[in-house]
């Protein structure tokens, strides 16, 4: 990239981050102000920048002012189209419309591909012509002034409210996590956990699951913690004999963590709070047991793959002294301690809180883990934060608004509540069979679309049903949550997988067969969530939380033993059978 144009890039992700600051500490904007303009800061970010050729950023730069101009005019015009109450008058309101809803569509091709825009654009194409669907699954036609009205100028469609998520708290903590990774905090990950467990059988492997933990913290991303901390981990683990195909799978298994695990959750927490009206503390509360429960059994079943192989532990050369540690972990202790005070100690909202680590962070850009000083090495990390904060916000923005398009066509044509009956008549109004239809469905989603989206669509039609069926709604809510991550180590699409399959040059399908086996938990801990109440229950009654975490880790435990390790059929079979005793009854 020309000097020029970096210039110009950190120029406009310094804009799109002062923007959501600002946002923060201001709280005056107007919904149908602030929504346009993120979506404006997002566009050249997608369109341009994430060009793959020539051809593509100059026909997305063009696209890109277009979407600038419609956002910009909705926004100017916010207050007159308030008034409007949401039917578009004449046709150049319909065409800006009709622009908006493809540019829209467009973005989001561009960002993760066609499976998400295709979904939108046939939810599109049923609110227009779905009155011509015999049966119960047409609807009663809708008036074109009013659909495409309510869709791109009130807070009902584009603009709704996962579309506010994103722009007031999503973005904050993406900038958080840009902040932390630019400077020595990624580091600090790897060498608390080089040096808690690095001498341990199997360290390296176990490096990799503690190091993607606290990683995915920050991240909230199975691919970006792959790239990042498989970087470093792979070829540890390569180095040390560990088989490619399960050196592989742990890093994905261990990646795929990282959106299960407080408190970003791939962007998936803070929608759930909008969803559930659920606090955002409550929210980091149910999540954090289930999430330690799943990196448990990874541990487990590494300590399993030990008895089939040798896995070593670090050597003592490779593992940082004492002093290097100490140094290392507090550029992420530091920023995080402030998050933490901020919404617990001072009581300000989650984003406030981001903010003032955000500050904390860009701080501590300046030194390195010698402690000194370089004015252009800090300018050169201020500069990644700008330009990958950009970046971040935009993708995120590009999924956001179109799944809120499918979002509003739901909700306008009545389709979420046909599907919802589906459901409940599909599965004999009984509720382990919902479940195991909303998983299949969660699976197939979350095959061609990201983990946020898939769960938001999919919590849209199926959270109904199995709430209407005994579950509390952010039982509901993580169930169909963890079950759309199954495709980042599920084949026959297994994005974590091919990820890792390719930096440790191993066949993607015995990658996947090993990172099936080693994260069971994935598959087994929203079952007990479901079967064990009390787990997401650790804010109301921790004592109740902590004894079901106990029992459901056993049981996981003796199920991932069973299945990885080495023991006569028997022995193994009995292993299970006593796992899923202890995960199912009693709850």
């Not at 654009?121 to 036609?141: D, K, N, R, T």
């Not at 003592?316 to 919404?343: K, Q, Y």
């Not at 009956?421 to 095959?447: E, F, K, R, V």
């Amino acid at each position: 990239m020309s000097v020029p144009a970096r210039l110009f890039w950190t120029a406009l992700g310094a804009l799109s981050i002062g923007f959501h600051l600002y946002l923060v500490f201001s709280g005056l904007v107007p919904n149908l102000v602030s929504r346009p303009l993120h979506m404006a800061l997002a566009l050249p970010f997608v369109l341009v920048l994430m060009a793959g050729s020539t051809a593509a950023r100059r026909s997305g730069a063009v696209i890109a002012a277009i979407g600038i101009g419609v956002c910009l005019w909705i926004a100017l015009n916010a207050s007159a189209l308030g008034d409007q109450y949401g039917y578009l008058s004449g046709p150049g309101q319909m065409a800006l419309a009709l622009v908006l809803l493809a540019v829209v569509l467009e973005m989001a091709r561009r960002a993760i591909g066609w499976p998400l825009p295709l979904v939108a654009a046939l939810a599109l194409a049923y609110a227009v012509w779905g009155e011509y669907i015999p049966g119960e699954f047409g609807h009663s036609g809708l008036p074109m002034s009013s659909l495409f009205g309510t869709l791109t100028i009130t807070e009902g469609g584009v603009w709704g409210s996962l579309t506010g998520v994103s722009v007031s708290v999503v973005s904050i903590f993406v900038i958080f996590g840009a902040v932390l990774n630019a400077g020595e905090a990624g580091q600090g990950f790897m060498n608390v956990a080089a040096a808690a467990a690095g001498r341990l059988r199997g360290g390296a492997a176990k490096v990799s699951v503690l190091s993607s933990a606290l990683f995915g913290s920050i991240s909230g991303s199975a691919s970006a913690n792959v790239a990042s901390t498989g970087a470093i981990t792979l070829p540890a683990m390569t180095r040390l004999g560990y088989p490619r195909a399960l050196a592989g799978a742990v890093e994905a298994v261990a990646s795929s963590g990282g959106q299960i695990m407080p408190p970003l959750m791939g962007a998936g927490a803070f929608v759930m709070v909008e969803l559930t009206g659920t606090p955002y503390v409550g929210i980091m509360a149910a999540a954090a047991l289930p999430a330690l429960l799943y990196f448990i059994a990874v541990w487990v079943g590494i300590d399993a793959f030990s008895l089939r192989h040798e896995l070593k532990g670090l050597p003592a050369d490779e593992r940082p002294s004492p002093r290097l540690v100490l140094i290392t972990s507090a550029f992420f202790l530091v920023p995080f301690s402030v998050l933490l005070w901020g919404m617990f100690g001072a009581g300000v909202t989650p984003q406030y809180a981001a903010c003032l680590a955000i500050f904390a962070g860009v701080l501590l850009l300046a030194l390195d883990v010698r402690l000194s000083f370089d004015l252009r090495r800090t300018l050169g990390r201020i500069e990644t934060v700008c330009i990958t904060g950009g970046r971040q916000i935009a993708t995120i923005a590009a999924i956001i608004l179109c799944a809120s398009i499918i979002i509003g066509v739901l909700g306008l044509t009545g389709l979420g509540v046909k599907i919802t009956s589906l459901i409940l008549s599909g599965s004999g109004g009984l509720l382990w069979p919902a479940l195991l239809l909303t998983a299949i469905a969660c699976l197939i989603l979350g095959m061609e679309v990201p983990t946020t989206a898939a769960y938001v669509i999919c919590v849209s039609v199926a959270g109904p049903a199995l709430i209407d069926l005994g579950l509390s709604p952010l039982q509901a809510h993580l169930f169909v949550f963890w079950y759309a991550l199954l495709s980042t180590i599920t084949p026959p699409v297994c994005g974590a997988v091919f990820i890792a399959a390719g930096m440790v040059g191993e066949n993607w399908l015995k990658v996947a067969i090993s990172a099936m086996a080693l994260g069971l938990g994935l598959y087994l801990v929203p079952l007990g969530m479901i079967a064990n109440p009390a787990l997401i229950e650790l804010a109301a009654d921790p004592v109740t939380a902590l004894l079901a975490m106990v029992k459901v880790g056993a049981g996981l435990a003796a199920i991932s033993f069973g299945v990885i390790a080495p023991l006569n059929p028997l022995l193994r079979g009995g292993l299970v059978l006593l796992g899923a005793a202890l995960l199912f009854l009693g709850g």
